[in-house]
Nanobody, 118 residues
Framework: QVQLVESGGGLVQAGGSLRLSCAAS????????GGWYRQAPGKQRELVAT???????NYADSVKDRFTISRDNAKNTVYLQMNSLKPEDTAVYHC????????????WGQGTQVTVSS
């Protein structure tokens, strides 16, 4: 059974940084595309960053040049470094293997809350 465990969220002031981690069991991230999603209150979940098997990265326009996705194959963990945070980045962040649009392949973990104060 696949389990995804996100961590690293918290409360930060605008302009600050956080690094999120996603540890997986039951899958090997290096053999899949890994993705970070976020869901703000009242909004649909959105995919914000992906990293392919070959480590090619892609970002939503809203986070480009501020967020960096990376992967540690030895730890089977995907990270999201978030810099220059804005209040509009406030959301619950989840990781998954992307399926299509806002949908992931596996059961969602609990996510990690990121709150950015102005």
């Amino acid at each position: 059974q696949v389990q995804l465990v996100e961590s690293g969220g918290g409360l930060v002031q605008a302009g600050g940084s956080l690094r999120l981690s996603c540890a997986a069991s039951g899958i090997t991230f290096s053999m899949n595309t890994g993705g970070w999603y976020r869901q703000a209150p009242g909004k649909q979940r959105e995919l914000v960053a992906t990293i392919s098997r070959g480590a090619k990265t892609n970002y939503a326009d809203s986070v480009k040049d501020r967020f960096t996705i990376s992967r540690d194959n030895a730890k089977n963990t995907v990270y999201l470094q978030m810099n220059s945070l804005k209040p509009e980045d406030t959301a619950v962040y989840h990781c998954n293997v992307p399926l299509t649009g806002p949908f992931g392949t596996y059961t969602w973990g609990q996510g990690t809350q990121v709150t950015v104060s102005s």
